[in-house]
């Protein structure tokens, strides 16, 4: 194997991956802030029953800045371990989106750095890196479903949650707000929603890739 295979060898798996952490941190960050969809899941799980909807959006939204270091956390809605939780979420957040940015910035310089160096093969190039992204997400997105169905959801909600956090995870309903606001199906369907658009993304990914094969 002469040195420009392995070169390009490398730059393709480092596209990958960086491609895979894009589409699905993009995907989680669409629903992230989307106060529309918070509000739908309010209306299905009765949440303003227990809330005003005035009161429920503005904890939303004084969270939002939060996590968007816009605003301090309102202590009359939440507690101090729902703030120490809460401040571990915002570092994951801003680790996530350090990660997105970083992986935007890897992906656009070796596409560069391939069409400097290699223009030939290009095209070529950027249709492989499509087609295995798209391949390589729908592969760890099945990885992760057959866990889910081997395991379920509270398994790998409590697994995440042990992983990440150090004993400020666990919440009583009838006494945290945040809890109450937030319950366990609230976060399966933002979970699945994430999922499945994450798994779009991917096979379209792998669509476009395989016809630009074909093509050149």
Same mark, same amino acid.
């Given at each position: 194997?002469?040195?420009?295979?392995?070169?390009?060898?490398?730059?393709?798996? #480092?596209?990958?991956?960086?491609?895979?952490?894009?589409?699905?941190?993009?995907?989680?960050?669409?629903?992230?802030?989307?106060?529309?969809?918070?509000?739908?899941?309010?209306?299905?799980?009765?949440? !303003?029953?227990?809330?005003?909807?005035?009161?429920? +959006?503005?904890?939303? /939204?004084?969270?939002? +800045?939060?996590?968007?270091? /816009?605003?301090?956390?309102?202590?009359?809605?939440?507690?101090?371990?729902?703030?120490?939780?809460?401040?571990?979420? /915002?570092?994951?957040?801003?680790?996530?989106?350090?990660? !997105?940015?970083?992986?935007?910035?890897?992906?656009?310089?070796?596409?560069?750095?391939?069409?400097?160096?290699? /223009?030939?093969?290009?095209?070529?190039?950027?249709?492989?890196?499509?087609?295995?992204? +798209?391949?390589?997400?729908?592969?760890?997105?099945?990885?992760?479903?057959?866990?889910?169905?081997?395991?379920?959801?509270?398994?790998?909600?409590?697994?995440?949650?042990?992983?990440?956090?150090?004993?400020?995870?666990?919440?009583?309903?009838? #006494?945290?707000?945040?809890?109450?606001?937030?319950?366990?199906?609230?976060?399966?369907?933002?979970?699945?929603?994430? #999922?499945?658009?994450?798994?779009?993304?991917?096979?379209?990914?792998?669509?476009? +890739?395989?016809?630009?094969?074909?093509?050149?």
């Amino acid at each position: 194997m002469s040195k420009h295979t392995l070169f390009l060898r490398i730059l393709l798996v #480092v596209s990958i991956i960086s491609v895979f952490f894009i589409i699905s941190i993009s995907s989680i960050f669409s629903y992230l802030y989307d106060l529309n969809y918070y509000d739908k899941k309010y209306q299905q799980y009765k949440i !303003y029953d227990r809330f005003s909807k005035e009161t429920a +959006g503005n904890a939303t /939204k004084n969270l939002f +800045g939060y996590f968007q270091s /816009k605003n301090e956390l309102d202590m009359a809605f939440f507690n101090e371990q729902e703030k120490s939780h809460l401040n571990d979420v /915002k570092i994951i957040l801003q680790k996530i989106q350090f990660i !997105y940015i970083f992986s935007l910035i890897i992906f656009w310089t070796i596409l560069l750095l391939v069409y400097l160096l290699f /223009k030939k093969i290009f095209v070529r190039f950027f249709s492989q890196i499509l087609l295995l992204s +798209g391949i390589f997400s729908v592969s760890l997105i099945l990885l992760f479903a057959l866990i889910y169905l081997l395991f379920g959801f509270d398994f790998l909600f409590l697994k995440f949650h042990e992983i990440f956090f150090i004993g400020n995870y666990a919440f009583d309903p009838a #006494v945290s707000n945040m809890k109450a606001l937030f319950p366990d199906e609230f976060f399966f369907d933002i979970s699945l929603a994430i #999922v499945l658009r994450t798994l779009l993304k991917a096979i379209m990914l792998t669509v476009v +890739g395989y016809f630009l094969m074909k093509k050149d």
